[in-house]
């Protein structure tokens, strides 16, 4: 039985499926979406986005996260979920962080400074336009680079934002550092789901000039831990979440707790409202952007998640030590 992933190296999705299927020694072919499989892509993928797993039988699937959950439930071993529903929840939370906060990072690097938009716009030519010549890469690196920069409004990339996506680049980068330096994986000595979607945007960083610049001067663990999770074994178990909280506390209470979370219950809010836009303070600083769709429904999962673990011993006192708790219930 062997699994179809179309899918791009330069895309966050994409990598994190594809590690997560290494990981479950899942049998699976590697294809890059370029413009010679596009018929056959278009015959599965009910949206034009990467990843797309085509199963042995000819169904279709998109979306990482629905997809990690999918085979997680299929193909249990090794696991990814905790057996304590408490840190369970909070690795899907920590999943979400990277989802959709640290594309913030990786999103806004890559498309707002003119090395990191031109080595990203060829790489994305240099896949779609194949052995074509050079002139059709260096005409397709130019559309792609004016196309990319025109959507970092998308993810909340501005002027007026740009400075609190920064920080909070460097300050995660400082607290996950910290945690892994005693432990190979966020969880643990095994990958959890948090760590699938957290690594996928910080790999993706790491390939950038800007991002990958910052990340080896001053994060050894997470750049090692960045090529430990291409490929990811499990190598122990994992921690109770009482030994990790030390470390693991700070990066919920900062990020999750202090941006993540009131940034996506203001533009869940926004978007109840029918707003085109919405202002908000967000790390003692202005933020302002027009509201994310996909992002209300995945707060609202997110949500759902909590209210099936709200009673496991621990899990409320982390989450009201972090801050999490107020925007989750």
């Not at 933020?287 to 409320?316: F, N």
């Amino acid at each position: 039985m062997t699994y179809r992933i179309y899918g791009s190296e330069l895309s966050p999705y994409s990598v994190k499926v594809r590690s997560f299927f290494r990981y479950k020694n899942l049998d699976h072919e590697w294809i890059p979406r370029s413009p010679a499989v596009q018929a056959e892509f278009q015959k599965y993928a009910k949206l034009p986005l990467v990843p797309l797993v085509v199963t042995p039988e000819g169904e279709g699937i998109q979306d990482s996260t629905p997809i990690l959950e999918r085979f997680e439930a299929s193909h249990p071993e090794p696991s990814v979920t905790p057996a304590d529903p408490a840190l369970a929840f909070v690795s899907a939370l920590l999943e979400e962080y990277g989802d959709e906060w640290g594309n913030k990072w990786m999103f806004h690097y890559r498309w707002r400074y003119q090395p990191d938009v031109w080595s990203t716009a060829e790489r994305i030519a240099q896949q779609m336009m194949g052995a074509q010549g050079t002139l059709a890469v260096a005409q397709a690196r130019a559309a792609v680079a004016e196309r990319m920069m025109g959507r970092l409004g998308f993810v909340g990339s501005n002027a007026t934002t740009e400075p609190v996506i920064e920080a909070s680049f460097a300050k995660a980068l400082g607290l996950i550092e910290a945690h892994l330096a005693s432990r190979l994986y966020l969880l643990g000595g095994r990958p959890a789901m948090a760590d699938f979607g957290l690594w996928a945007q910080l790999y993706e960083a790491a390939t950038d000039p800007t991002p990958g610049a910052i990340m080896r001067a001053s994060a050894p663990n997470v750049m090692a831990w960045t090529q430990r999770m291409l490929s990811p074994r499990a190598e122990g178990d994992f921690e109770k979440l009482a030994d990790l909280a030390p470390t693991l506390t700070p990066l919920l209470s900062r990020e999750v707790g202090a941006l993540f979370l009131p940034w996506s219950a203001a533009n869940a809010a926004a978007i109840a409202r029918g707003d085109k836009s919405f202002t908000m303070s967000l790390g003692g600083a202005e933020w302002s952007q027009e509201p994310q769709k996909y992002h209300a429904r995945s707060l609202a999962e997110i949500r759902r998640k909590y209210v099936e673990a709200k009673d496991t011993l621990g899990l409320e006192a982390i989450l009201r030590e972090s801050g999490c708790l107020d925007f989750l219930s």
